[in-house]
Structure formats: structure tokens, C-alpha cells
């Protein structure tokens, strides 16, 4: 069963972009496209791995052809895997910063 949560679908409201840093009220959270991710067919990847990114840049990692919007990587799967990885890891850094997640001892 693929991990779900509200709370971490919704978070992005009032971010900015992990990846272009806008701050334009379209940020959501966009699932990696992975099938390590638990991504199929019309069905998304685990919630646990989403990144804070813009409709420009979300629209451009899921179908877009071309530079991203940065203008800093085209368009193959790899440069897209890495735009991605960067962007969760920039998103994963401020909810813990932000303290929407938390470590709770056992």
C-alpha cells in the first residue's frame, strides 16, 4: 500500500519552490515519478517523497520538453532525477526547519 498523509500534501501552501525559489502561490507537492517511489500507471508515489515546487516546474518535470525553467538542465530523465532529488532535499530541510515534521524518540 502506498504511504498517504494530508498534512504532508498540504504543506506546500505558502512555500516557495524548492527548485526556482518563486513565490507565486502555486506551490504543491510533486511526487517523485519514480517506480522505487510506489508511482504506476494513473497512480502517484508515496506522499513521504514530495518536493515544494512551482506549477512551472512541477508542469516541466511530469511532461515538459526542453530546459527547465531555471534555463540550468534540459530535459532527460537524469537531469530531471536530479532537478527533483535537489528540490526534495531543499523541501525535506525546511519541514523539519519549519517543524511540520518532527523526530519523536521511540
Known amino acids: ?17 524548492a527548485h526556482c525559489g518563486a513565490d507565486d502561490e502555486t506551490i504543491v507537492s510533486a ?9 504506476g500507471m494513473g497512480h502517484k508515489g508515496s506522499d513521504a517523497l514530495t518536493a515544494w515546487m512551482c506549477y512551472r516546474c512541477h ?3 511530469d511532461q515538459g520538453r526542453g530546459p527547465d525553467p531555471t534555463n ?12 527533483w532529488a535537489g528540490a526534495y532535499q ?3 530541510v525546511e519541514r523539519f526547519e519549519q517543524g511540520l515534521i518532527e523526530c519523536k524518540k521511540g
Request: proline share 0%; aromatic share 6%.
Open 72 to 83: 540550468c538542465f534540459g530535459d532527460s530523465r537524469e537531469e530531471k532525477r536530479q532537478v
Open 90 to 92: 531543499r523541501t525535506m
Open 31 to 39: 511526487h517523485a515519478n519514480g517506480n522505487a517511489s510506489g508511482k
Open 1 to 17: 500500500m502506498t504511504y498517504r498523509n494530508k498534512k504532508l500534501r498540504d504543506d506546500a501552501r505558502g512555500q516557495i519552490c
Open 59 to 61: 508542469s516541466w518535470l
